[in-house]
């Protein structure tokens, strides 16, 4: 370890800090190179679906069965949005949604800060072999545990209530094994020097690990969010009643079995995009970092 | 303040690799002792143990005459400053200044006085609300050094606390540390591979290797008498010339030189001769041929590469396999410090004089120093 590794680290947390003010680094004097030859196609296929999804949510429901579809809005229905509202307990989904997506992302901040650090700096009998079998359960597909994790959570009589969508997910290996690899690169002397000034093993973790861990955690809260956002199939198991929906659940019930509103399904769409819409704005560098930190779990 | 003992401590890593044989060591209170020896050698083992990062594997380990081997680094009240200082990134100078008070539930108004008290004596009074990283090397140094100051521990331990500065820094630096351990007179356990640290900072000097120490005494009487050959090799700069001879009815023959012995027989010995002991000669006296090979003038003296007749030993403190600069079949390299008025030039050929009562004598066999 070098004096280096030190102002590294310092550097890094300054970084983490300026990227929360969106400085962006200088942009370029040409405004065009080679490569937006390749980029401008591929992004105009990524937006096609967004904007049709938008002119959709604008349209009456006779234009939105015009074929070919239309791109360009013929009109603009902005009733369709409270028509939603109007219609279905939207408001109280959303509420669902974030007061579960915050707890999951609260618990695993938590959980995986404890779990990770653990497997990172104390030496414990069997450390390597539960921390193997740990990473193995990222190689079990969800649909192999769906009936055992609805017996447990069954069991604690949590079957259509919203501790059924926090409960299973308060933790997840991935997090302990992203925030372990995290910690692994910490300096050491960082908390050597903390254990001879005083502090216990939390102490260490709280102020000294956790301070400099911003940008992992921030990726972590940032995938947690998302995925527990759009999580679909398990509350669709868990939760009956319309009151405890998610909205990702909501929005389903909006596509009948013989009519479905294509405008204000695509109304209702826009509006459960706005967070992780509003996610993705302010904190893209932690999406980028973490889809290349998954890029790990093999 | 206290004294600190070790007492046949051993520390084994992974079960079989020793970094620390059978180590005994009493630092007195108040005293300034340097574990000082090439990388490797354990200095740094012993002090973690000192500070309960690591545990011994035997023997016990005393502060202030209480045995600490169970207790943790927090309740042994001692402090460190690491190579690399590590200063918490995350908080201003203050708080890493008062972190370990907090620690232990110091009131404000005590924290706020040791912490104005350590910032005046180290003058980080202007850098209170900087962080680590706006500071520059030698100003991290100070913190880190502030930080065991306001702790007033029983105890300093100091792991190569200067090796990260550039050398005039470390010049001065050393001169402070010296300063601060006079006016607190707390007892401080120094580590460093850096000699001149250890000859200037020290009580006293404890040269080690491979997990073991070599000699304990005052830095002058460990230059002037070194017990061994590895002691003889590692201390003094630059190191002292090594050269196979033997004693033989009542002489050192090194050679064509003899020198009077009175001393037992040996067949093979290493014969020492510092550098600054050698002078240039005229054909009266003792002396060596030597053959001037590079001449590094250094202002108030003048270091002298060359080669004599003869073989080489080697001490075990080398820091890698010597390359010999112009050494041909059997001549040995040998270096001599001069005064600038007798600087020679390159490819000159002349005596060096030698002073019976400063040659060290080594038996090869045992690698000890021998007397007469």
């Keep these: 370890m070098s004096e280096i590794e030190t102002i590294d680290l310092a550097a890094r947390a300054d970084e983490a800090a300026r990227m929360m003010r969106e400085e962006e680094p200088k942009s370029s004097r040409f405004l065009f190179s080679s490569w937006h030859l390749v980029l ?7 937006v096609i679906p967004l904007v049709w999804m938008l002119v959709t949510s604008l349209q009456t429901l006779e234009e ?12 603009l229905e902005f009733h369709n949005y409270t028509d939603v509202l109007k219609q279905a307990p939207f408001s109280r989904w959303f509420v669902n949604t974030l007061v579960v997506t915050i707890v999951v992302v609260a618990g695993n901040l938590l959980f995986c800060s404890l779990a990770g650090y653990a497997f990172a700096r104390i030496k414990f009998f069997g450390r390597e072999v539960v921390f193997v079998l740990i990473l193995a ?3 079990i597909p969800f649909q192999v545990v769906i009936i055992p994790t609805f017996l447990i959570v069954k069991r604690f009589g949590l079957i259509d209530t919203l501790g059924a969508l926090i409960l299973p997910n308060l933790a997840s290996a991935f997090g302990i ?9 910490l300096p050491i002397e960082l908390e050597e020097a903390a254990r001879i000034d005083g502090a216990s093993r939390l102490g260490i973790l709280f102020k000294i690990v956790l301070p400099l861990s911003g940008p992992a955690l921030a990726t972590l809260a940032v995938i947690m969010f998302m995925w527990t956002w759009n999580d679909f199939l398990w509350p669709l198991i868990t939760i009956y009643s319309p009151q405890n929906m998610t909205i990702q659940l909501g929005l389903a019930t909006f596509q009948g079995a013989h009519q ?9 769409n826009v509006m459960s995009m706005i967070p992780v819409l509003l996610l993705f704005f302010f904190a893209q560098r932690y999406f980028v970092r973490g889809i290349a930190t998954t890029g790990l779990k093999g | 303040m206290a004294e600190v003992r070790l007492d046949h401590v051993t520390k084994l890593f992974g079960g079989d690799v020793v970094a620390l044989d059978d180590l005994t060591l009493d ?5 300034f002792l340097i574990l000082v020896g090439p990388s490797g050698c354990g200095k740094t083992t012993a002090l973690r143990l000192v500070a309960g990062l690591e545990k011994p594997s035997g023997g016990a380990i005393a502060i202030g005459g209480r045995v600490v081997n169970d207790v943790t680094p927090r309740d042994r ?3 460190m400053v690491f190579q690399n200082y590590a200063l918490y990134p995350h908080m201003t100078v203050y708080k890493n200044l008062a972190f370990g008070l907090k620690e232990r539930h110091t009131p404000k108004p005590e924290i706020e006085r040791r912490v104005r008290e350590a910032s005046a004596i180290l003058g980080l009074d202007d850098l209170l609300r900087r962080r680590p990283a706006q500071l520059s090397g030698g100003q991290r140094q100070r913190v880190a050094m502030g930080r065991a100051l306001v702790r007033e521990p029983k105890a300093f331990l100091l792991d190569e ?8 820094l470390r010049v001065q630096m050393r001169a402070e540390l010296k300063r601060i351990h006079q006016r607190l007179g707390i007892t401080t356990i120094y580590v460093t591979h850096d000699q001149v640290e250890a000859m200037t900072l020290g009580d006293r000097i404890v040269v080690m290797s491979n997990g073991r120490v070599q000699q304990i005494g005052k830095p002058q009487d460990v230059y002037r008498h070194p017990e061994n050959l590895f002691v003889a090799g590692f201390i003094g700069s630059p190191p002292m010339n090594l050269l196979r001879g033997r004693c033989t009815d009542g002489c050192i023959r090194l050679g064509e030189l003899e020198l009077p012995w009175a001393g037992p027989d040996a067949p093979e010995v290493a014969v020492g001769l510092r550098p600054e002991d050698l002078r240039p000669a005229g054909e009266d006296g003792p002396s060596l041929e030597f053959v001037v090979d590079v001449v590094e003038p250094l202002g108030n003296e003048v270091v002298v590469h060359g080669t004599t007749a003869g073989t080489a030993v080697e001490s075990g403190a080398e820091e890698e396999a010597e390359i010999p600069l112009a050494a041909e079949g059997a001549r040995a390299a040998i270096t001599a410090v001069f005064a600038p008025a007798d600087e020679p030039s390159p490819g000159e050929r002349m005596r060096l004089g030698v002073v019976p009562d400063r040659v060290h004598l080594f038996d090869l066999r045992t690698r000890e120093a021998m007397g007469p």
């Design chain 1, 40 to 46: 401008i196609p591929i992004a105009v296929v990524m």
């Design chain 1, 137 to 139: 359960t990222l190689m």
């Design chain 1, 260 to 268: 479905t509103n294509t405008n204000l399904l695509m109304a209702a």
């Design chain 1, 177 to 185: 094994f992203m925030l372990r690899q995290f910690f692994r690169t």
């Design chain 2, 161 to 168: 606390p200067l090796s990260n500065l550039d050398a005039k």
């Design chain 1, 64 to 75: 939105t069965r015009h074929y070919p579809p239309t791109l360009v809005p013929t009109s």
């Design chain 2, 27 to 31: 630092v007195a209170d108040g005293e």
């Design chain 2, 77 to 79: 009240d001692i402090a």
